[in-house]
């Protein structure tokens, strides 16, 4: 099979492309590495990557025209809602109307496409107080990120039911894995938080930020999980014009994640606490029946995502 992967050296894109490289198939990669790393593309030399926008609209239709794909994931975005919240315009021209864009290019060019799977997020949400989360809660997004993925998807949505376009969306929780990018304003905290570790460690004195006091709760899935999600997502014929949550039903909060980490790493980490960010969400959980509905079922829980990531970032 044929694969593109918008934003594929990033995150949750690398982990995909990595995975879809290692069962043999042929995978074109786009990526501006604003975010994304190459070097988180564990076999460079089977991967055509390309590096650029997606907000390149000439870029784009050189690559939906030169390739016939079986499958396009849209993985690409400004993902950090604080970045959103300093950039709307900017997020905008990414989050939305490259999407917007893309479809487009796929309905005159793409004849074959099996499926076009947009990555939207749980910030969709915002902080309505009906929990779990189901794909029919009320949508309230707090930031100009949480508005444009909730534009973008219900754009595949249309372009699916309005032009043959055969689209899926699914609603991330909070993933973690290796390749998650430390450094980002608003990154996964996980990913924050193993990065403070290591760095203690390594005999630096640092300290992590903690704002809000521990309790926000949030459903946790290890990329392993996400990626079984993606791929069943794909492929189900009935999956085709949906939307799906992709986590866990599990509610930890981040005090539960430094006292799991701790006890892997044998210290505890030091912790100053700060106000809590506008915009963050206190609680949130996913209902997961409908992707339950397509075969999936979660198999990490936090300690065990958290135990393989540290085995993997080598501690």
């Known amino acids: 099979m044929k694969y593109l992967v918008t934003g594929g050296a990033g995150f949750i894109g690398s982990n995909l492309t990595n995975m879809l490289v290692k069962k043999g198939h042929e995978v074109v990669v786009i990526d501006d590495l604003s975010m994304g790393k190459v070097e988180n593309l564990n076999d460079l030399g089977k991967v055509e990557f390309i590096k650029g926008s997606i907000t390149n609209k000439e870029l784009m239709k050189s690559i939906l025209t030169k390739y016939q794909f079986d499958y396009v994931f849209h993985l690409a975005a400004v993902a950090s809602v604080a970045d959103s919240v300093e950039r709307p315009v900017e997020t905008h021209e990414v989050n939305y109307n490259a999407v917007l864009n893309i479809l487009d290019l796929i309905r005159k060019h793409q004849r074959n496409l099996k499926r076009f ?79 403070r570790y290591t760095r203690n460690l390594k005999g630096e004195n640092i300290v992590f930020t903690l704002f809000g006091d521990g309790s926000q709760v949030r459903d946790f899935i290890f990329i392993e999980d996400v990626l079984h999600a993606l791929l069943l997502v794909s492929e189900s014929e009935i999956s085709l014009g949906q939307v799906f949550n ?70």
């Open 117 to 195: 799977v947009f990555a939207s997020s749980a910030a969709v949400y915002g902080d309505d107080p009906e929990l779990p989360k189901k794909e029919t809660s009320s949508i309230k997004p707090m930031t100009q990120y949480a508005v444009d993925k909730f534009a973008a998807e219900r754009t595949a949505i249309n372009f699916n039911n309005l032009y043959n376009v055969p689209a899926s969306a699914v609603r991330f929780f909070n993933v973690y894995g290796p390749n998650q990018n430390p450094e980002s304003p608003y990154s996964g905290v996980i990913s924050i938080l193993l990065d």
């Open 246 to 315: 992709v986590g866990t039903e599990n509610e930890t909060d981040l005090n539960q994640v430094i006292m799991e980490l701790n006890e892997i790493y044998g210290f505890d980490l030091p912790i100053t606490y700060e106000a809590a960010r506008v915009g963050d969400i206190h609680r949130s959980v996913a209902d997961i029946s409908s992707l339950k509905s397509l075969g999936f079922m979660p198999e990490n829980t936090v300690f065990q995502g958290l135990s393989k990531l540290v085995e993997f970032l080598g501690r």
